[in-house]
T-cell receptor
Framework: AQTVTQSQPEMSVQEAETVTLSCTYDTSESDYYLFWYKQPPSRQMILVIRQEAYKQQNATENRFSVNFQKAAKSFSLKISDSQLGDAAMYFCAYRSGSDTGRRALTFGSGTRLQVQP | KAGVTQTPRYLIKTRGQQVTLSCSPISGHRSVSWYQQTPGQGLQFLFEYFSETQRNKGNFPGRFSGRQFSNSRSEMNVSTLELGDSALYLC?????????????FGPGTRLLVL
């Protein structure tokens, strides 16, 4: 079974600074997808960024980028120029690329990010 | 395009009662998945529906059930509620449910069992 580990329960960053959230995963599959979701106090899960395992290039979305290390099974999220609105829980998630296997998202335990003004 | 909607947003029930939660996917989406979020267990997959058929099921007791209607709206039901069922229930939709697709989440229904 796939597992996703987020070893940082809480992180803090100063406004305008850069922060990196860590995520590691365990899988025997070669085809899969990785996601970072943000959950603000409203509890709505918002997709931040996704990465296809077959793509070597790291995904970026504006101030958000990932460092995807497939061999190390590591998928960290870098937030540049942190803003107060970035404060939230961040969840790393894994999804198998097989349409015949387990199709659900497997989530990590989350990292609570605080942004200090 | 409107996002995923869930009703009700908040519910308070007592042990032994049953509850039905509703999820309307993004227009055109035919796959709906349900997740339970608790402080202790985190986010756990309940089930997935596509074209009115349950396609995947998580490791939850039979008290948890669901269904999907022809308009892709989905409901989940929990019978004989237990205190441990207190949680945020999230539903997510995608177009065809293919694994390459991103799942988009609704705001959740917060259930409190007393």
């Amino acid at each position: 079974a796939q597992t996703v580990t987020q070893s940082q329960p809480e992180m803090s960053v100063q406004e305008a600074e850069t922060v990196t959230l860590s995520c590691t995963y365990d899988t025997s599959e070669s085809d899969y997808y990785l996601f970072w979701y943000k959950q603000p106090p409203s509890r709505q899960m918002i997709l931040v960024i996704r990465q296809e395992a077959y793509k070597q290039q790291n995904a970026t979305e504006n101030r958000f980028s990932v460092n995807f290390q497939k061999a190390a099974k590591s998928f960290s999220l870098k937030i540049s120029d942190s803003q107060l609105g970035d404060a939230a829980m961040y969840f790393c998630a894994y999804r198998s690329g097989s349409d015949t296997g387990r199709r659900a998202l497997t989530f990590g335990s989350g990292t609570r990010l605080q942004v200090q003004p | 395009k409107a996002g995923v909607t869930q009703t009700p947003r908040y519910l308070i029930k007592t042990r032994g009662q049953q509850v039905t939660l509703s999820c309307s996917p993004i227009s055109g989406h035919r796959s709906v998945s349900w997740y339970q979020q608790t402080p202790g267990q985190g986010l756990q997959f309940l089930f997935e529906y596509f074209s009115e058929t349950q396609r995947n099921k998580g490791n939850f007791p039979g008290r948890f059930s669901g269904r999907q209607f022809s308009n892709s709206r989905s409901e989940m039901n929990v019978s004989t509620l237990e205190l441990g069922d207190s949680a945020l229930y999230l539903c997510a939709s995608s177009s065809k449910g293919a694994t390459r697709e991103t799942q988009y989440f609704g705001p959740g229904t917060r259930l409190l069992v007393l």
